[in-house]
């Protein structure tokens, strides 16, 4: 399994633990996957459930995720970005 990696990167990534958490987890059953500790949503964009639910205490890491689903955060402005702060590290 390659594992898709988060725009995001914080302290204590599962990262490494994706694979073996997607071939433990009863996926097959009917129900809701509750992620309560989201962080950068690793596991969950990975194990790509049918239905989720994401909590994290940290509200920056919910009001990014929650700018992406309401479209105030695009791929197009993240490049943008990037690009930009790119230019300003090179100075």
């Known amino acids: ?3 898709k990696v988060p725009p995001l990167k914080c302290q ?4 490494k633990l994706t694979e073996w ?9 009917p129900g809701t ?6 962080g ?10 049918r239905k989720a639910v ?3 205490i940290n509200p920056h890491i919910i009001n990014f995720y929650n700018a992406i689903k ?5 791929a197009g402005i993240a490049k943008e ?3 930009h702060e790119g230019e300003i590290l090179q100075k």
Request: glycine share 10%; proline share 5%.
């Open 40 to 49: 950068s949503g690793v596991v969950g964009f990975n194990v790509r459930p």
């Open 70 to 74: 309401d479209g105030s955060i695009t």
């Open 21 to 29: 958490i997607k071939d433990h987890a009863a996926l097959e059953e």
């Open 54 to 56: 994401f909590a994290d």
């Open 33 to 38: 996957w509750f992620e309560p500790f989201m």
């Open 1 to 3: 399994m390659t594992v």
């Open 12 to 15: 204590g990534i599962k990262t």
């Open 81 to 83: 970005f990037l690009e």
